[in-house]
């Protein structure tokens, strides 16, 4: 079974900053790519990159520990959201597909 385990939210104020952690841990063969997503209340979840956070986030990946960090610098308050781990992950015993795997999620609160 595979599991992809966050770690690192909480409450911060605006212009603070979260590290979040997240680790692949089971029976796999490969992981493909591995992101984060965020979902804030009454919104559609959405792909967090460099790019839409305005180079505020990094997003940096350990392949020896099957593991993906997301570096959340000058955090504002409309940036409150639960964020997922996702992996495109090829399991074992599971034929030779990658599947998506997400993670619970781990809620970030920033206060103004």
């Known amino acids: 079974q595979v599991q992809l385990v966050e770690s690192g939210g909480g409450l911060v104020q605006a212009g603070g900053s979260l590290r979040l952690s997240c680790a692949a841990s089971?029976?796999?063969?490969?992981?493909?790519?591995m992101g984060w997503y965020r979902q804030a209340p009454g919104k559609q979840r959405e792909l967090v990159t460099t790019i839409t956070s305005g180079g505020r986030f990094t997003i940096s990946r350990d392949n020896t520990k099957n593991t993906v960090i997301l570096q959340m610098d000058s955090l504002k308050p409309e940036d409150t959201a639960v964020y997922y781990c996702n992996a495109k992950i090829l399991a074992q015993g599971m034929g030779f597909v990658f599947r998506d795997y997400w993670g619970r999620g781990t809620q970030v609160t920033v206060s103004s």
């Open positions: 089971g029976s796999f063969v490969s992981i493909n790519t």
